[in-house]
């Protein structure tokens, strides 16, 4: 992989770490909304779903973003 394609990868993962990050954010602050004061105090089940899948989607992104800086810190990357 050349070092332009190691930048353009390692930008790739950065964005969909943050985009990622903002969609977990999203999904625990609905979570919130619905609790009391705020809420009837009840979570319903598709917020679970979706907070759980974009906890999912973040730590996949982290992983990556992970794996990115291991390989930085090996010199494997430059």
């Known amino acids: 992989m050349t070092p332009e394609q190691q930048r353009d ?6 964005e969909r770490e943050r985009h990622a ?3 977990r954010q999203d999904t625990i602050f609905a979570v919130h909304r619905q609790l009391q004061p705020f809420g009837n105090g009840q979570i319903s089940a598709d917020s679970m779903a979706d907070s759980d899948s974009a906890n999912a989607e973040w730590e996949e992104a982290r992983g990556n973003m992970d794996r990115i800086a291991k390989e930085i810190r090996l010199g494997i990357r430059r």
């Open 9 to 14: 990868e390692e930008v790739a993962a950065i």
């Open 21 to 23: 990050f903002k969609k």
